[in-house]
């Protein structure tokens, strides 16, 4: 047999070099990336050191390697980069029967972060004797799901696994359930539709399941009993508005068909202005019926969007090759059509560059941001030799320091302005190469801290990392959940010190994370300072939930949630009881929630450090409300708005939607949501299908009764005075943004005025809070009116009344770009 081999010009080389997180490097790893259509592996040396030959531009990795959680990392080819693995942790268990104990075998089980039924992250099949192993995991919390055809079960809460940590003995029972088997059929023709799927969903119950294709059906196992909508889908097809809803009850429910239709297709090339094909860009539906449906350009640059709806649609293209139109690419599509629509990409230039410290050595994974003007930033991030490359640049003047400094210099002016005129470092012209070097402003320096137990014993085993505040920007919590650093991470010594070194200049989150769980961080620690850390015990939070008159609730959700640390944590409990415990809480004042079929409740909670606490539970029932969105000033029905509800205060986790469609107000403007809780209520209205709308509105109103179903009156929307391409008038002054403010505190106040703006040439002053603009009312409740009543075109004059009690009138100048 003669096999001919056809290699593609224009390759580069990707080198690197895996590496233990602990510490030395990792041989025999296998590192694969694709690249367009094509896969590229290679193994690492005795060093753990790897080449290969891709395609130029960014490219994502992953390692794997005996012993260890995946890893992965991306690069920008040619280059150099490193892959840190994680030693791995396990999980094993055993999947029993509820009512006799005894195990089940050819269980399918599921693990992964999420906290929804469906766990597609790792499954596998339990064993005669009932048993599961999960390998190769990274440190986290996560979940597991078990199914027959007619058993469900899943682990009670989350379970918290640390780095290299082996967890044994968990067990999940299995209760009864149902098996749901159907097909999807081509509506013209009745064949069945061979790439087909199907998922279901139990919005009262947080519930999902999904069909998984057998060799004549698609199945779903362990389905729960309740009321599912189904979300249909087959390649090159269009799928109906709306599907009837899936009732489980007491049988398994077989032969169910659901229809699609034959749908349109978007065909074409991407190309460049010169007529090169374009490989591997990104093809993406922005607006129109199916907006996100996506596809990557072949080798010869064509595409195609198969099984899309009649009507207009506006696609996104992006590729290392090119720079795509602004606004986009028009299409528009009859019923069943075949549209050929070519899309052309502008000759870009390239910036490479490198980024040292203020001694001349490279800085390895240093955030990099590239501005001009009011055009989006650009970000790129240094290899292990200090080098970065960024494609497809705009022609144009453009600024590049380290993202540190573009972030410190927002703040510095304010977080709502643009930083502009500044110097440009690098002119950028089309088919070009641009060569900068940047000189981080200050020497690097290092952290040096030790880390000790709730006993105060020092930690020998604990990992440390640091990210700079300026990437942070607030989101520390977020570091407790992942090891994403400035630097790699470093082990404590027998004595529990540390050193991070390489550290740029300011103040940086400290995080430190055990072997086995447990973690701590600290905020606002200067380069060159010493601390020490210690991760002090944690506490949990118990009870039993019971409905109003008693009964227990079988299956519940609940979220706990600390505003000021931002840990959100939120765990499913399943025919236990109505017992639930939510383990491994730091000391703080928490806000939970409990949210079930028929009843929510909602507490605030203070946690001592280490301590355990009982909070037993009766639910608030849930009511329906309605309402009807309406014109502000005709008082007339607004139809085709998407209406959304959530209490308010801040309450985690709960947001109640309708449906994929029942959520858009009819032609008399209504809307209705079920199972909602008593107390406050924030609703959200935003245009979806009405033209005559651009800016949504936002409302409070108190729900204060316990059964039944409650009007809600009126929500009144601002109509547009600008439509389509129409542009909007400048108003010349900033407003201070607000975080965390209830409605009814809310203020728009004026944080900055543009010298040659138009609103310099009032009495506006910095400081005024705006309450009104052409009489209409901005302040409180009504806050979020501000936007729709200040966009209008260049050359309207608006009338605002200030808090001071007096007006002034501002007359819109036309954006620079004009």
């Not at 050819?106 to 009932?130: C, Y």
């Not at 019923?335 to 390895?364: F, M």
């Not at 309406?630 to 139809?639: A, I, K, Q, Y």
């Not at 708005?641 to 209490?647: G, L």
């Amino acid at each position: 047999m003669d096999i001919d081999i056809v290699l593609r010009a224009g390759g580069v080389e990707l080198s690197g070099v895996v590496a233990d997180l602990t510490g030395g490097t990792i041989a025999h790893a296998h590192v694969s990336v694709i690249s367009g259509t094509a896969a590229v592996t290679a193994e690492t040396n005795g060093q753990g050191r790897f080449a290969m030959w891709v395609a130029p531009g960014w490219q994502p990795l992953r390692a794997v390697a005996d012993g260890y959680a995946e890893g992965h990392a991306g690069a920008d080819a040619p280059g150099t980069i490193e892959i840190l693995m994680t030693p791995e942790s396990t999980v094993a268990g055993k999947v029993v029967d509820a009512a006799t104990g005894q195990p089940i075998e050819g269980a399918r089980v599921e693990m992964g972060l999420e906290l929804d039924d469906e766990l597609d992250d790792l499954s596998t099949i339990s064993s005669a004797q009932g048993e599961f192993r999960f390998t190769r995991l990274m440190p986290g919390r996560v979940v597991v799901v078990a199914r027959t055809a007619h058993g469900h079960g899943r682990s009670s809460g989350s379970l918290l696994i640390g780095l290299g940590q082996h967890v044994e003995g968990m067990v999940i029972k299995l209760f009864p359930a149902r098996q749901i088997t159907g097909t999807v059929v081509i509506a013209t023709t009745r064949a069945t539709c061979a790439k087909a799927g199907v998922t279901l969903r139990d919005q009262d119950n947080n519930r999902w399941a999904r069909l998984r294709r057998t060799d004549d059906a698609l199945v779903a196992d362990g389905v729960l009993p309740g009321t599912y909508t189904p979300t249909v889908w087959c390649n090159g097809f269009q799928s109906r508005d709306t599907y009837e809803p899936v009732v489980v009850a007491d049988k398994n429910l077989t032969g169910l068909e659901w229809e699609v239709v034959p749908g349109a297709t978007i065909r074409g090339k991407v190309i460049t202005n010169t007529g090169e094909p374009v490989e591997n860009a990104l093809i993406w539906s922005i607006e129109g019926r199916r907006a996100g449906i996506h596809a990557r350009s072949q080798h010869d640059g064509s595409y195609e969007l198969a099984g899309v709806g009649a009507g207009y649609y506006v696609l996104a293209v992006k590729s290392d090759r090119g720079i795509a139109a602004p606004d986009g690419y028009d299409v528009m599509v009859g019923s069943g059509a075949v549209v050929d629509r070519d899309l052309v990409v502008d000759n870009g230039g390239t910036i490479k560059g490198t980024i040292v410290d203020s001694e001349g050595k490279p800085i390895a994974h240093e955030d990099i941001a590239i501005t001009s003007g009011s055009l989006p930033s650009l970000h790129a991030n240094s290899d292990e030799a200090g080098a970065f490359t960024v494609r497809a640049v705009r022609p144009g003047d453009y600024h590049v320091e380290t993202a540190q400094s573009w972030s410190d210099s927002l703040r510095t002016r304010g977080t709502d302005q643009i930083v502009q005129h500044r110097k440009p470092t690098v002119v950028v012209r089309a088919n070009q190469t641009s060569v900068t070097r940047l000189v981080a402003g200050a020497k690097r320096g290092t952290i040096k801290g030790s880390v000790i137990d709730a006993n105060g014993k020092p930690i020998a085993d604990a990992f440390v990392v640091a990210v700079h505040e300026s990437k942070a920007a607030g989101a520390s919590r977020e570091l407790a959940t992942r090891l994403v650093s400035d630097q790699r991470p470093v082990v404590t010594a027998t004595d529990g010190t540390f050193v991070l070194t390489n550290l740029s200049a300011g103040q940086h989150v400290v995080r430190v994370y055990r072997r086995g769980g447990g973690d701590v961080i600290a905020d606002h620690v200067a380069v060159d300072s010493t601390i020490a850390l210690q991760i002090r015990a944690t506490g949990s939070l118990a009870g039993t939930v019971r409905h109003r008159g008693g009964a227990i609730a079988d299956e519940l959700t609940i979220t706990v949630e600390n505003a000021r640390t931002g840990l959100s944590r939120q765990e499913r409990y399943f025919q236990t009881q109505g017992h639930y415990t939510v383990r491994d809480l730091p000391k703080g004042e928490y806000v939970l929630l409990c949210e079930t079929s028929g009843g929510w409740k909602r507490v605030e909670i203070g946690l001592a450090e280490g301590e355990p606490k009982t909070v037993d539970l009766e639910l608030d029932s849930l009511i329906t409300v309605t309402g009807r969105v309406v014109d502000l000033h005709t008082r007339m029905p607004v139809s085709g708005i998407e209406v959304t509800a959530s209490p308010s205060r801040g309450a985690p986790g709960f947001r109640s939607y309708t449906g994929d469609h029942e959520d858009l107000t009819n032609s008399a403007g209504r809307f209705t949501f079920k199972r909602v809780p008593s107390g406050r209520l924030e609703l959200h209205a935003s245009p979806k299908n009405n033209d005559s709308y651009d800016h949504g509105i936002s409302a409070v109103r108190d729900v204060d009764r316990a059964t039944g179903t409650l009007d809600l009156g009126d929500i009144a929307i601002l109509k547009s005075r600008v439509t389509g391409d129409q542009a909007t008038g400048v108003l010349g002054f900033e407003l201070e943004r607000q975080r965390r403010v209830p409605f009814e505190n809310y203020e728009h106040k004026v944080s900055g005025i543009e010298p040659d703006g138009p609103a310099a040439k009032t009495k506006l002053e910095v400081g005024d809070v705006i309450t009104t603009v052409d009489g209409i009312d901005v302040s409180g409740v009504n806050s979020s009116n501000f936007q729709a009543a200040v966009a209008a075109r260049p050359g309207t004059t608006l009338t605002l009344g200030l808090a001071r009690g007096v007006t002034v009138t501002i007359t819109l100048s036309a954006p620079e770009d004009e």
